[in-house]
């Protein structure tokens, strides 16, 4: 789901983040799909995991969500200060609110559900997915890895994780890929 903003960078335009204050920003570790996939089979492989909670990430150490906008920056090979855009987290309450009260005036479900997932939304910019544990770090493919891959070969358009991009989006990027490489 962090990949999400590469063809926003790619095409010039600053990487977003949430910006927490104080210059804070969330930091994860993510993992990739296939390593995501592999762990899960070993769940069912192996009795070590068991009716317990195992905490579970990719084997970065945590980067910051500016960290990571400078990694697709220096992957996709842009010049100059990579360009970020810090959103206030506040933000959101001004939209959850306004959804919420859309809702409660005019009993909507349908923005009570979207107040509910901006709600959820705030949660995932604001706490850290982080594994700390060496026992939480999972995988071989590193996010510079994966960022290299998907600026390489592209990826699979998927509306839910994509937040900026789109299937044209991925179109075009494709096809400015093939220019360049003409």
């Given at each position: 789901s962090v990949s999400g903003q590469l063809e926003v960078?790619?095409?010039g335009n600053p990487f977003v983040?949430?910006?927490?204050?104080?210059?804070?920003?969330?930091?994860c570790n993510p993992i990739s799909e296939p390593d995501l996939a592999a762990a899960l089979i070993d769940c069912v492989a192996s009795d070590d995991h068991r009716n317990a909670v195992w905490n579970l990430g990719g084997p970065d150490d945590?980067?910051?969500?500016?960290q990571q906008g400078e990694m697709l920056h220096e992957v996709l090979g842009k010049e100059g200060p990579p360009?970020?855009?810090?959103?206030p987290i506040g933000i959101f309450d001004v939209i959850i609110d306004g959804l919420q009260w859309v809702g409660d005036t005019f009993?909507?479900?349908?923005?009570?559900?979207?107040a509910e997932f901006g709600r959820i939304g705030k949660y995932y910019a604001?706490?850290?997915?982080?594994?700390?544990?060496?026992?939480?770090?999972?995988g071989r493919t590193t996010l510079r890895e994966h960022y290299a891959y998907i600026a390489e070969n592209g990826q699979e358009y998927d509306p839910y994780t994509t937040v900026f991009g789109?299937?044209?989006a991925k179109k075009e990027f494709k096809k400015e890929k093939e220019l360049v490489e003409a």
């Open positions: 960078v790619n095409g983040y949430f910006d927490l204050g104080d210059g804070k920003c969330a930091t945590g980067l910051s969500m500016i360009k970020l855009l810090g959103v009993k909507s479900e349908w923005f009570e559900d979207a604001v706490e850290d997915m982080l594994t700390t544990e060496p026992s939480e770090k999972y789109s299937a044209e």
